[in-house]
């Protein structure tokens, strides 16, 4: 089974440009999870989706910040336009979503590194 | 959401058992404890999650005590690809819905 995708692996843009990130989570799994970690900082969360539903977007840093799950399939993050600070590593996790226990496993890809010149 | 504290870095060597622990005074009752392993260039991985006594799985073990304010992660006998991040991580997940809440983790680095 494959695991969650992300493209690209590695962006550089210069500041003021837009950014496009994908990611394809594991087929069948409803929930799908953005975080990313910015240089010396930890793992923070920025939203989540349920299908193609906003569940809980309140780590996004600011409007500049775009999320679209179109069809509850992959999604999209849109950097525009992008700032030096949003350099970091942007991690997509999913999950299945059909847990009735506390916790449902999130598996993570392997992250894209977005470089802001 | 209970914050946890572990340490930043361990040093072990190959062969070892290495035993990391993370306290998280503030934990709620709905509350599970999750681990998770980084390693470089890629994402978290989920390792093992428990909510109390002791989980074992083919990975690693997790203890807990009762009062629960602790956990920790045993590795058996690791070698040099254990060498990452890891992190401890607790919350009532769907409740708080989905999101984890990650610490800075402890890199451990295994030696030949």
């Known amino acids: 089974e494959a695991g969650v995708t992300q493209f690209p692996s590695h962006s550089v843009i210069e500041k003021g440009q837009t950014v496009t990130l994908r990611c394809d989570p594991i087929?069948?799994?409803?929930?799908l999870y953005w975080y990313r970690r910015v240089m010396g900082k930890e793992i923070k969360f920025l939203l989540h989706?349920?299908?193609?539903?906003?569940?809980?977007e309140s780590g996004m840093p600011n409007n500049r910040f775009l999320a679209e799950r179109t069809g509850g399939t992959y999604s999209t993050l849109k950097v525009q336009p992008a700032e030096l600070e949003d350099s970091g590593v942007y991690f997509c996790?999913?999950?299945?979503?059909?847990?009735?226990?506390?916790?449902?496993?999130?598996?993570f890809g392997p992250g894209t590194r977005l470089t802001v010149l | 959401l209970a914050k946890t504290t572990q340490p930043i870095s361990m040093d072990s060597y190959e062969g070892q058992e290495v035993n990391i622990t993370c306290s998280h005074n503030?934990?709620?009752?709905?509350?599970?404890i999750t681990w998770y392993q980084q390693f470089p260039s890629q994402g978290p991985r989920f390792i093992i999650q428990?909510?109390?006594t002791k989980v074992t799985n083919e990975v690693a073990s997790l203890f807990i005590p009762a009062d629960r304010k602790s956990s920790t992660l045993s590795l058996p006998r690791v070698s040099l690809s254990d060498t990452a991040v890891y992190y401890c991580l607790v919350g009532a997940f769907v409740l708080q819905g989905g999101k984890l809440i990650f610490g800075q983790g402890t890199e451990l680095s295994v030696k030949p």
């Open positions: 087929s069948g799994h409803d929930n």
């Open positions: 989706f349920v299908k193609e539903s906003k569940q809980d």
């Open positions: 428990g909510y109390k």
């Open positions: 996790a999913s999950s299945q979503g059909t847990a009735t226990t506390s916790t449902d496993t999130q598996y």
């Open positions: 503030n934990i709620a009752t709905n509350d599970y």
